[in-house]
């Protein structure tokens, strides 16, 4: 059953994307606002408002971008860039911004005492200039984060203009990344992120093109997969036995998820059960549809015809945070599944909210007596963390990630750049540029997913290690830098040292 999962084939049906991504190049929004993200292949990626006037003058910056009301388009102007090929030029001018910024006490430099706070900040300072020449712009990066927190804008600014110089969305991996999380940077500095993220989840024309990015993604890297397949195998599993099963599904997205379940069900041994379905999800994952959850209905119940599988699905429009048990028609006699799948790190907790979404829902699906219950999660950590860790523990995570999208997809095909662009780049700049409740990318890593589940009640559920081989055979399919590790009752994904999803499952 566990092979069928995974290797057998639907003939004839559509190609489903993965659920949990969303578009991001908007056109137009609900208050008129207009956030979209233009891309120039040869620099970098920004994020432009047709309605927004911001300009860096404040600090006499020599790269500034200019928005305009009455323009679609933007401009951005360069001045001198502190890179240069003369080796000499450039030790003058690093003395003459030594000097700029540390003025009379530059005599200091010579006698530091090793250890002192003034050593600390002088050795930041040597850091940086030694990277900026060397073009590491990861460094660079982490010093523009660390002086973005420590409000010092005009070290800020500077980082900036010199980092506009090295990203481009169709470089290395760490160029690309590094165009994101720069634009993410300007937003928090403008105070535009919360702005910028509104306005990147406001409708967008239903396309073919929208919808192939997602797949692509999902095709070209085995995390959603994985992670699918793991939810899948665990319920799998728990329900061999049943008659009668019902999942509910938090964040159903277009469906797809579903469809190797329903053929493995269909070639049981002995007959399929009756499967019910309740899809949950929001307005937000309609666009990308291209319509309600009545789309995901019929085309699972296509698909459940075709293996003789009786099926029922019943949509539920609403937010995970709206929604009470009520809203879940729970039928007696059913054995229940939920399924939690990249959705949990959405709900707002306590750090956030005194309602603390994420806990009742686990308290309320624990009173539900579900036979099963999946988890799977991004293994980073984003959530209390203050804004400069949180900073560098993205750039950590989506550089493994970057650079596994890298071996399969050249770095000039466009397809990789809208990829990248539509579904990785705007959850960048939410962790970056938003706090608050506006800051809904709030991962934790899965010891703490741990806690809070046992906290509600519940007991983990035992791994299939059939499901386990079945998954390393799928890795066999892609980059020997992948690799699949099982700890502590859950399943790792990760990308040479960095895990990057992980699975568990609960009852």
């Known amino acids: 059953m566990s092979n069928t999962l995974c290797f057998q084939p639907v003939q004839k049906l559509e190609t489903y994307p993965i659920s949990q991504f969303q578009p991001l190049n908007y056109n137009e929004s609900s208050d008129g606002s207009g956030y979209s993200i233009l891309v ?12 927004l006037s911001v300009n860096h003058t404040m600090y006499n910056s020599p790269s500034t971008v200019n928005f305009s009301p009455s323009e679609s388009s933007f401009s951005t102007n360069y001045g001198d860039s502190c890179v240069t090929e003369d080796v000499n030029d450039l030790k003058h001018k690093l ?19 090793p250890g002192s706070v003034a050593s600390a900040e002088i ?11 060397k073009g590491d712009l990861k460094q660079i990066l982490v010093a523009c984060a660390k002086s973005v927190s420590n409000n010092d804008l005009l070290m800020a600014q500077w980082l900036i203009s010199e980092l506009r110089q090295i990203v481009s969305v169709s470089g290395e991996p760490i160029q690309r990344l590094g165009a994101y999380m720069l634009e993410g940077l300007v937003a928090r500095l403008n105070a535009s992120g919360s702005s910028i993220y509104k306005s990147l989840k406001c409708k967008v024309p239903v396309s073919f093109e929208l919808l192939s990015y997602m797949h692509t993604l999902y095709e070209v890297c085995p995390y959603f997969k994985f992670g ?11 329900m061999k036995d049943e008659d009668r099963v019902h999942i509910i599904d938090f964040k159903i997205g277009q469906g797809s ?4 379940l329903i053929q493995a069900f269909g070639a049981r041994p002995g007959g399929p059960p009756r499967i ?13 549809r291209g319509g309600g959850l009545n789309i995901v209905g019929r085309r699972l119940s296509k698909l459940a015809e075709k293996f003789k599988v009786p099926f029922e ?3 539920v429009d609403k937010s995970s945070c709206d929604v009470r048990v009520g809203n ?22 306590e750090s956030v909210s005194t309602e603390n979404h994420r806990d009742r829902l686990l308290r309320m699906v624990k009173g539900l007596h579900p036979k099963v219950v999946t988890l799977v999660e991004h293994e980073f950590n984003t959530n209390t963390a203050a804004f400069y860790p949180r900073f560098c523990e993205a750039l950590d995570y989506y550089t493994a990630m970057f650079d596994s999208i890298d071996v399969t997809l050249s770095r000039v095909h466009k397809e990789r750049i809208n990829v990248e662009q539509h579904c990785l780049a705007r959850d960048v700049v939410n962790i970056i540029a938003c706090e608050g409740t506006e800051r809904v990318e709030r991962h934790e890593p899965l010891g703490k997913w741990m806690s809070r589940f046992k906290m509600a009640g519940f007991s983990s559920y035992p791994l299939s290690s059939l499901v386990n081989a079945t998954i390393k055979t799928l890795l066999e399919n892609y980059c020997k830098k992948y690799r699949l590790e099982e700890r502590d009752g859950a399943l790792y994904l990760g990308w040479l040292n960095r895990d990057l999803v992980a699975s568990c499952a609960w009852k």
């Open 40 to 51: 120039s292949q040869d620099r970098y990626c920004t994020l432009e408002s047709s309605s």
């Open 95 to 113: 003395q003459e911004l030594e000097s700029v910024m540390l003025g009379p006490d530059l005599d200091i430099l010579e006698n530091y005492e």
């Open 123 to 133: 050795d930041s300072w040597r850091q940086i200039m030694d990277a900026i020449p």
């Open 228 to 238: 699918y397949m793991s939810a899948n195998g665990a319920i799998a599993e728990a």
């Open 257 to 260: 998820q579903w469809i190797p």
């Open 276 to 288: 019910r379905i309740t899809g949950i999800d929001d307005l937000t994952s309609a666009y990308a």
């Open 313 to 315: 699905f019943r949509g």
């Open 328 to 349: 879940l028609g729970i039928r007696p006699g059913e054995s229940l599944a939920v399924n939690f799948a990249f959705m949990l790190h959405s709900m707002p907790d």
